[in-house]
């Protein structure tokens, strides 16, 4: 292992604002709001404030499986919320999630907001009769493990491995090492448990996959932090097995376009009003008539 450069911590940690890396601009040790700024409000009950990262997409999943078992009161007004340009920081999303963080929903039937994607997802399948949440305790309790798996996982994957491989200003051999340690033991856990099970909780779909598969199955596909022949993806065949079944459904392929910026634009939806919006108001058609 190459040799780190020293490092002495202060006695006191006080923040540098221009810490280096991609995220350096949005990160701060206070929360609380930067500016003045209501939130739009839609037409339907539900309002969600996102962006279609892995943890945004988790919520759009899941709304969109939702309308697709014919639960009309799962409408919603899908509102994007520019991280790079401190939208989180507004009055109006603090209001909401005082963790400034996506994704963020408020219903407005309920006068609840929810944050944190798992609790959203939970909130979402209690609401609508246990959808995607088993309501036997056997079968209720495997489907939680693997949400609070996730839950407790993902930040050593996003926050740990993509910040030091992808994002961070300099390379480090040591937190790189370690992150991709974590991360191949992670995707190993999931492909044991995958090659006798259909689904996470067993052999029925549920909210536990919809919150595993937008950062466990993207990664085997190789699109996430461009680490796919670093991380040897192609090792985890159950992991690939149930992301191509996942990804083939109609409503996580719907799911995954609410609330992106980037990629193909036929594949941006920027914000969603109405179901319709997927067929005429994809950022490829709004530039075209523009």
Known sequence: MSTPSEYVPPKVWTWEQESGGTFASINRPIAG?????????????LQLYSLATPNGQKVTIMLEELLALGITEAEYD??????????QFSSGFVDVNPNSKI???????ADQRVFESGAILMYLAEKFDSAFLPT????????????????????????????????APEKFEYPINRFAMEAKR????LDRH??????????????????????????????SYDAGEFLSVHEYENVIRWEKQISARKAVQRGVMVNRTHGPLEGQLRERHDASDFETKTQDKIEAGA
């Open 78 to 87: 899908a509102w994007l919320i520019r991280i790079g340009e401190g939208d």
């Open 194 to 223: 995958l090659a006798d099970h259909e689904y996470l909780a067993g052999s029925d779909y549920t909210i536990a996959d919809m919150l595993t598969w937008p950062w466990y199955g993207r990664t085997v596909r190789g699109e």
């Open 33 to 45: 709001a930067t500016h003045d700024k209501e939130l739009p409000v839609g037409k339907h009950p």
């Open 136 to 167: 036997d305790l056997k079968a209720r309790t495997e489907c939680l493990n693997w949400v609070f798996w996730l839950q407790g996982s993902a930040p050593y994957f996003g926050g740990g491995f993509g910040h030091f491989y992808a994002y």
């Open 186 to 189: 992670q995707l190993d856990v």
């Open 103 to 109: 994704p963020a929903l408020f219903d407005t039937t």
